[in-house]
């Protein structure tokens, strides 16, 4: 087993306004200190540690996010940000940084990875994804599915077919489906088949393979890549980029290239996987105090108060005789809401937009 | 009738912690604007008007809060603040204040009235006031009595005796006996009967009346009272009080005089009295907005919000889902509680002396 075409992307443009108010457009959630004292992102790359030496770990992102994300993470080479004049979906993101990769290795093996998700069990995951560089470099687009640990209906689901070998201990299957988010019932019944896993929006496959694919997929697309890639290293690159990127039609991954790819393959993975969907999930994944509790950056006292979630801003936080609250202090802005209404602060973030309060967004 | 010896004295010496965070050792309730952008030190004098013109109006209060007070009322004289060294209790505080007062006018009637107390109706509160100011010409030591709105256990209650007159269309009575804080029962039965009315800590009487008082009940603090007579106005008054205030034992003026005088009257009041007891007070008497919210110096954006208290530091506050609930945001601390535990803030302020986290108190 050789890993010298192994190389890393980490998708760090998302823009998401779940966890508003800590999240905005210019501090985006993989920039946050959520769940350590270590960023997201810093989190994302950290956790390749051994598996990849910083050289090999690439970042897609947009241009007013680079130099956060280059200072949280100093020691990654400045040549390995691939900047997006501004987002194109995830197709966009990663056909441009498949260019760049390939310029470093023609032969490589790329993972596409998120830098806004939690994963628990990083050893696990770094077994994965060893398991499924493998897998890919026999020439399958190969998805890492994370086993459902409830029946969700905010994630999509990949259904798998056919066993396709085993690496290390780690199954592998040929995809038969990709399903949207689906209703309750769909979800029930997804858990249920053991057939069915979350999909995490993490791809491995060989450069060639991907861009082959989006050849033959999104023909006017690659099209443009190819504009760019003829002027990549030139004086005239970023020109170009900016020339041709507006004409770029968005795209996700998943509707571009996946649902309809042949030789898609999925490795279940059982890595303890969260999306942070909101700020409920951290009362979920972080260990609580002996009141179930958890608190980041703010001193809380508390009188009968449980399973409440307290992010703060280096201030006291005084709370009597509350339960399952979530409350969160920014500089500018205080959010309090029951641990089961966390998904409505889009609601909060849409009469915002909606105000035009662009300073709290 | 002749108003020309009528003089006002304002208690504003409290410092209270019930309404922590916002109210603090240094920011006592009198100087914060609680129900309206006045403070409650300047509702209290304002409400005078025009009853008294500010020439009439003394306040009684500790070193450390002149400078805070006289700033808010920039109008009153500077001779009319009373310094206490440092509080030894309400009689204490009134028996300076009556030397200052007889000195000033030796046939003065004064009123003794509360910085800190929210009384909705003004111009009743006035109204009670001047017949009160009649009666106690007379040579009675009148009480204002609270119509009590409940049966609350949090006042000590007045049982009214035998009718002693009526002064524009308010009656007043002879005080039968003054009752402590009573249980729930015993408050039942007392707001049942009708004779009870809650003692407010406001006062009315002859200056000269008041001394003769303090001088049969408390004669070893009479005297202390004449030794700083004897200095008060010259040089040595500061030394003398400095000397003297250390050794006047604390008490208030209703163990202290009003339990054992003779010739008490009370006039029972209706006017929106409150001594803001605690937050959940101003969700009872502020006017809330089409949910029944209350917001103060906050931008409240809300989802499913209902009957919360936000006091708020000029910043965004966001909430979703939440009844009845408190929200005090300050500088330095923040409070979450339901408001039916805002008694409650008194074991944070507990807690917070008990771990010497001074910088809060």
């Known amino acids: 087993m050789t890993t010298e075409h192994y190389l890393a992307l980490i998708m760090a443009g998302g823009s998401g306004t779940r966890l508003w108010p800590l999240s905005r457009q210019a501090r985006p959630k993989q920039a946050l200190r959520l769940v350590s004292d270590r960023t997201m992102f810093q989190l994302a790359v950290e956790r390749l540690d051994p598996l990849f030496s910083v050289e090999r770990i690439f970042v897609v992102t947009a241009a007013e996010q680079v130099k956060t994300l280059s200072q949280q993470m100093p020691q990654l080479p400045a040549g390995n940000f691939i900047v997006e004049p501004f987002p194109r979906g995830t197709a966009s993101a990663i056909g441009l940084a498949a260019l760049h990769l390939r310029r470093r290795d023609p032969d490589a093996t790329m993972a596409v990875l998120t830098a806004d998700h939690y994963i628990a069990d990083t050893e696990g995951f ?129 509707y571009g290239i996946m649902e309809g790819a042949g030789n898609v393959a999925v490795v279940p993975a059982d890595i303890g996987w969260s999306d942070i969907g909101s700020w409920a999930t951290l009362l979920e994944i972080l260990p609580g105090d002996e009141n179930g509790n958890v608190v980041m950056d703010a001193d809380l006292l508390s009188v009968d108060t449980t399973k409440t979630l307290v992010y703060g801003n280096h201030r006291l936080v005084a709370t009597i005789g509350l339960s399952d609250l979530v409350v969160v202090d920014t500089d500018d802005a205080l959010l309090i809401c029951p641990r089961d209404r966390a998904q409505d602060v889009k609601k909060i973030v849409d009469q915002l937009r909606a105000g035009g309060e662009t300073r709290y967004l």
């Open 126 to 254: 770094r077994r994965v994804l060893a398991a499924a560089y493998q897998i890919a470099q026999q020439g399958h687009l190969v998805t890492l599915g994370i086993k459902p640990t409830g029946p969700s209906t905010g994630f999509g689901y990949i259904e798998r077919g056919d066993f396709l070998g085993e690496v290390n201990g780690l199954a592998a299957y040929r995809v038969n489906a990709f399903r949207e988010k689906p209703d309750a019932a769909t979800a029930e019944a997804f858990v249920a088949d053991g057939l069915h896993t979350w999909n995490s929006g993490m791809f491995i496959w060989r450069v060639d393979r991907i861009l082959a694919e989006m050849h033959k997929q999104m023909p006017r697309f690659y099209e443009q890549l190819m504009q760019i890639d003829a002027a990549l290293g030139a004086d005239r690159e970023s020109q170009v980029l900016s020339e041709v990127w507006p004409t770029v039609v968005p795209k996700t991954i998943d």
